[in-house]
């Protein structure tokens, strides 16, 4: 079982709705990230939380809003979104700061926008 | 910023056979390498990992080289089983602990 939890697991919305993932890690680290996987493209860094406080915001639209409200919990709100957000949607974490730590990642949430 | 090239995007061996995947970097400053193996329906799992102060290491199969000079690194998996059918992640960690990440790998074992 992994230690970084994503639900849900699957979401179909509309692009007229707002949505919410969440992520939830319990192996005490303290850097938290939302990537977007899409096919045959490189993953896709979009907000880093480092502490609670976001150090990252790779260019990503508006239409995607995170949230840290603390260092083991994570969520990305969605709203308005297109059919090109369609992707799977990996949370990871991992200890900043005490050399090189990898990122462990959850199971991801598969999106699809209609 | 760090661009991660890997190569081939697919692979195919047989059983028993070895497969060899491999990445290039691009920034001097990248200090630490990790590779994850990502099966259907899962997220990326670390599978093994190596700091640039080191050229080899190895995991029972597994085993990932590095040549700083040159910029590159590669995984090598020996023996190769039907479970290691998956698609691997080379990755290289630079400046500010962002990672950045090669395209993929699908490696199929034919039994």
């Known amino acids: 079982e992994t230690g970084v939890t994503q639900t849900p697991r699957h979401l179909v919305m509309g692009m007229t709705n707002k949505k919410s993932l969440k992520c939830e890690q319990h192996l005490g680290h303290n850097a938290m990230y939302w990537y977007k996987q899409s096919a045959k493209k490189p993953l896709e860094l979009m907000f880093v939380y480092n502490f609670k406080e976001q150090t990252e915001n790779n260019s990503v639209p508006s239409r995607f809003s995170p949230e840290c409200p603390n260092s083991s919990h994570l969520f990305l709100h969605l709203h308005t979104l297109q059919p090109e957000d369609s992707a799977l949607y990996l949370c990871?974490?991992?200890?900043f700061g005490t050399g090189n730590s990898p990122l462990h990642f959850g199971n991801g949430t598969r999106l699809t926008v209609t | 910023g760090e661009n991660v090239e890997q190569h081939p995007s697919t692979l195919s061996v047989q059983e028993g056979d070895s497969a060899v995947i491999k990445c290039t970097y691009s920034d001097s400053a990248s200090n630490y390498f990790p590779w994850y193996k990502q099966e259907l329906g899962k997220g990326p799992q670390l599978i093994i990992d190596i700091r640039s102060n080191v050229g080899e290491k190895k995991d029972q199969r597994i085993a990932v080289t590095l040549n700083k000079t040159a910029k590159h690194f590669s995984l090598h998996i020996t023996e190769t089983q039907p479970e290691d059918s998956a698609v691997y992640f080379c990755a290289a960690r630079g400046d500010g602990n962002q990672f950045y990440f090669g395209t993929g790998t699908s490696l199929t074992v034919i039994p």
């Open positions: 990871a974490s991992s200890q």
